[in-house]
């Protein structure tokens, strides 16, 4: 089974409603936010920490289970369109 991989930048409004469109392809079982495990190098005690130049909208690792290469370009398709409705950014991490 194929598994993309997705690193969604933009607000939770825009990670949830990719989601749930993913999840109503035909066919894919399995989407799920996980957890990003790269160490981000904030510092609380930075003078800058807090400020509003310094917040970013927010990044989601999605991970979607396909069951075929079909579903994997209608991932593709249904991602690069709800981007773009929900003015966030959408990078393919990889496929396999």
């Not at 469109?21 to 957890?35: D, P, R, S, T």
Request: proline share 5%; glycine share 4%.
């Amino acid at each position: 089974m194929p598994i993309v991989r997705l690193r969604v930048t933009g607000n939770e409004y825009a990670a949830s409603e990719i989601i749930h469109a993913l999840e109503a392809i035909e066919g894919i079982e399995h989407v799920e936010e996980v957890a990003d495990l790269m160490p981000h190098m904030d510092d609380d005690d930075s003078s800058s920490a807090g400020l509003p130049d310094d917040e970013s909208p927010g990044l989601h690792n999605i991970e979607i289970e396909a069951p075929n290469d079909e579903a994997v370009r209608r991932i593709h398709a249904v991602a690069e369109v709800l981007a773009e409705r929900t003015e966030s950014a959408i990078e393919i991490v990889e496929d396999f």
